[in-house]
């Protein structure tokens, strides 16, 4: 919001200044145009009262005028009754008066003031002692004459103009000089002044208001972007322009002055000019006529001569008028000729430098005003180029300062390693390595000296070679702090590219992983830990297994041992039942319950009387339903048995058949497992290899058509028995011999 008030109060001093400049330069114009105007105006007035009442008063009265007791005269009552008549109908005026030359010195003749003068001048003939030049041209050169500035004499202080009296001859009689009271024409000044002094608060107030109403739209655009655009073409356009337009101004200004001191040299030049030919036009009447000039006259006619530089004419008029031994008329006649060609020159000179004047001033005017309108430009275009670059300024500093922050409160340690040294650090970083946060200053092995020992040199090599190469880097060390746990970290650095592409800087990012380290460190102790006891465990089970394995198989060769021709019957069915459910693609899991499960699958005949299960004759029914009752009995023995948990199926169904005719639950098809269909042909394969008690064993071929009979009836799994035949065939029967164990023996 800062931002919006300076913006805006600087377009509004911008705009105020440059409408002040316009305003202040106009207003000034106008007020000395209407000061000159009105002094003009006064001067004409004057001159024009005084050329009326010389051209009013008699001639012969005044010339008959010469002595002070001619006051009741009729010739001075009716001149001055005249005059007072005129100062009557006059505004303005404050005196009136008639001199008249006598000699060397100047004389009034008639005199009257208006109303509120505070007295009359003179009486009749008292001496003029207080003559301004003006009224002395007018007498040279015979024409009217006004006071450019005031003059002061003992009654006051007066603008005047003079207008000589000439008589039928056209000789002068006398001088007609009107005064006007300086105090009350200051007063018509003082006035202009106070107008000019209103225009001005005015011309403020109105410049003012308008640059406060033009500035917020200008800053609203400013702020928008809508900002003068410039190029460096256009900004030395800009610039050459306002140049020109200065040096115009100077130029013209300069050219001007010199004017007006040439304008005031050719007036004064046309007056004496008029005074010369009056003078030698009288000094040439005079000694045409036989007569001898005056001195007085003659004096004049030298004075002017040197006081206005005629040169080659002066020396001329000299030769020919001033000097009667050497007087020629023919050449004085010439003198005055080329007097006249100078005058006329000299008007002409005038009227051109008069024309140029006015049309230097609205040349001045026009660059005055460009100047103004090339200033407000400027000035806004420099506004908002200050309120740009401030305003990026600002913003620059603002994410330096966030960029600094942000840097120095980076919870992971940074440093810029620059022509291989380090340049600048974080806080973070200085924490790290160990040295104090204020540090700016850094030692080129800083880095180097902080690493650990035992990885220095490796660690070292690897980051020289990667900022050598300007290549991004990762590698993990150990800090080394006297005294202290070493700290370990990993640094990641990239390379720092400037516009040109060319690599100055490495930006290093550094992390404390100490905690990770630990933190892992501590998890691979827990886990060996937790491995060894879950191998302590596993030995443990494996053992319990082993044990328990060892007892089920001592029950089952008790079992074998009631009868010495089925020793060995639990293994081979086993390995009958391996063998096939190998051949069938079994896993790993399926196999260790059928190599149990067959194990133990005959438990339960530890239950049933000797007598039955070694009686060499057949058995009876009631003997063969005691038989049948081993499964159940093998269920009990090993049910609580976790390990024998899967093999259940296996003991209790490895008498039922596919058709339903088996027992002891008398199961149809799918509702006897494979496993248990698996284990119950390799157990009728071993029944009939096997020489019993009671009849020794059948040949491969006879037990297989015996078999394949059974599967035909549906009591075996057909697609088994087939694979089964296939096995057999390649692994041929396991020999009975074998499979005697020591207490056969015995
Ligand atoms: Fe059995």
Redesign the pocket.
């Known amino acids: 919001m800062h931002q919006k008030g300076t913006s805006r109060i600087t377009v509004f001093l911008s705009l105020a200044a440059g409408f002040l400049v316009l305003g202040l330069s106009c207003s000034y114009i106008l007020y000395t145009g209407a000061r000159e105007n009105y002094f003009r105006q006064i001067n004409t007035y004057l001159q024009t009262i005084a050329e009326l009442t010389a051209l009013q008063v008699n001639p012969d009265n005044i010339a008959s005028l010469n002595e002070p007791t001619q006051t009741n005269t009729p010739q001075f009552q009716s001149e001055t009754n005249r005059i007072e008549e005129i100062l009557t109908a006059t505004k303005s005026v404050t005196h009136i008066s008639i001199l008249k030359q006598v000699g060397p010195q100047y004389h009034f003749v008639v005199d009257a003031s208006s109303q509120g003068a505070e007295q009359s001048k003179s009486n009749l003939l008292d001496p003029a002692d207080e003559i301004p030049t003006e009224l002395t041209q007018a007498v040279t050169s015979r024409s009217s004459v006004f006071t450019d500035s005031s003059h002061t004499d003992r009654w006051g202080t007066w603008f005047s103009a003079y207008a000589p009296i000439l008589n039928a001859e056209s000789q002068l009689v006398g001088i007609v000089a009107v005064d006007s009271d300086a105090n009350k024409i200051s007063l018509g000044d003082l006035e202009l002044l106070q107008k000019f002094q209103v225009t001005l608060a005015i011309v403020i107030a109105v410049c003012i208001g308008m640059a406060w109403l033009a500035s917020g739209p200008i800053t609203q655009s400013v702020r928008q972007g809508e900002v003068w655009k410039s190029s460096p073409h256009r900004r030395i356009v800009a610039e050459v322009f306002l140049v020109a337009v200065v040096l115009g101004i100077i130029f013209e200004m300069g050219q001007s002055h010199l004017r007006n001191i040439e304008l005031i040299q050719t007036q004064n030049k046309i007056t004496s000019n008029q005074a010369l030919t009056s003078l030698s036009t009288k000094v040439l009447d005079t000694i045409q006529e036989g007569g001898t000039p005056s001195e007085e006259v003659q004096r004049d006619l030298d004075r002017i001569l040197i006081t206005n530089n005629y040169g080659q004419i002066a020396d001329t008029f000299k030769e020919t008028i001033v000097n009667p031994t050497s007087f020629s008329i023919s050449k004085a006649n010439k003198s005055v000729e080329s007097l006249a060609k100078l005058q006329t020159a000299s008007i002409e000179r005038m009227n051109v430098l008069q024309e140029s004047q006015s049309s230097a001033n609205l040349r001045l005017f026009i660059g005055i005003f460009l100047l103004s309108i090339s200033t407000i430009v400027l000035v806004r275009y420099t506004a908002n180029q200050e309120f740009r670059i401030s305003q990026n300024l600002e913003n620059t500093g603002s994410i330096q300062a966030q960029l600094s922050s942000l840097i120095e409160n980076l919870p992971i340690g940074l440093f810029v390693i620059e022509n291989g040294k380090i340049t600048f650090a974080n806080a973070e970083w200085k924490k790290q390595i160990g040295i104090q946060p204020t540090q700016t200053d850094f030692h080129p092995n800083l880095l180097t000296d902080a690493i650990h020992t035992e990885e220095r040199g490796v660690i070292v090599e690897k980051i020289t070679e990667a900022v050598k190469q300007a290549k991004p880097f990762q590698v993990q060390y150990r800090i080394a702090k006297p005294g202290e746990p070493a700290l370990h970290v990993e640094t990641r650095a990239v390379p720092v590219y400037d516009t040109d592409g060319v690599c100055r800087q490495m930006l290093a990012f550094t992390v404390d992983l100490t905690e990770t380290v630990i933190a892992k460190r501590e998890v691979e102790t827990a886990y060996g830990e937790v491995n060894h006891k879950n191998k302590l465990l596993s030995d443990a089970l494996a053992e319990l297994e082993k044990n328990l394995e060892s007892v089920v198989k001592s029950l089952v060769k008790a079992v074998e041992a009631k009868d010495p021709y089925t020793a060995g019957h639990s293994e081979r069915v086993m390995q009958y039942s391996l063998w096939l459910g190998e051949a069938i693609g079994l896993g790993p899991y399926e196999r260790r319950i059928l190599e149990l499960g067959t194990l133990v699958?005959?438990v339960g005949k530890i239950g049933i009387p000797d007598a039955i299960l070694t009686k060499p004759d057949r058995l009876t029914d009631a003997e063969y339903d005691i038989i049948k009752k081993?499964?159940e009995y093998g269920v009990n023995i090993i049910g609580n048995i976790e390990m024998f948990r899967e093999c259940l199926p296996i003991v209790r169904w490895?008498?039922e058949r596919l058709d339903g005719r088996g027992y002891p639950d008398q199961l149809k098809g799918e509702e006897i497992p494979v496993l248990v269909r698996i284990s119950a042909i390799a157990?009728i394969f071993d029944a009939m290899t096997s020489t019993r008690a009671y009849r020794t064993g059948m040949e491969l071929d006879k037990v297989l058509n015996i078999m394949n009979e059974i599967s035909e009836r549906g009591e075996i799994d057909a697609e088994l028995f087939a694979t089964f035949c296939q096995v057999i065939h390649q692994r041929g029967i396991i020999p009975q011999s074998v499979q005697q164990e020591p207490w056969k023996a015995a």
């Open positions: 699958h005959d081993h499964p490895h008498h157990d």
